[in-house]
């Protein structure tokens, strides 16, 4: 019971690394569509990173909901 306990913190750890490089991704697609695609309507470098911060939110959430379900 121990072992689960000190190992059930260690699926949270890469979690900071994989909402950055989700957020940094599609801020970079945005910026990319900017460049290459301008519009008057639509800045695609703020639509795509928030985006990107919810799409990264929401996998959280269900990692979390996956491990608690996991070990209960």
Known sequence: M???????WLVFVGI???MGLTIYLFYQFGV???????????NYEK???LLGVFLAIYVVIKQVQEVSNKND
């Not at 990319?32 to 309507?41: E, G, I, K, P, R």
């Open 2 to 8: 121990k072992k689960n306990n000190n190992t059930k």
């Open 16 to 18: 900071p690394a994989q």
């Open 32 to 42: 990319w569509l900017d460049a290459n695609y301008a519009s008057n309507t639509i």
């Open 47 to 49: 639509a795509l990173t």
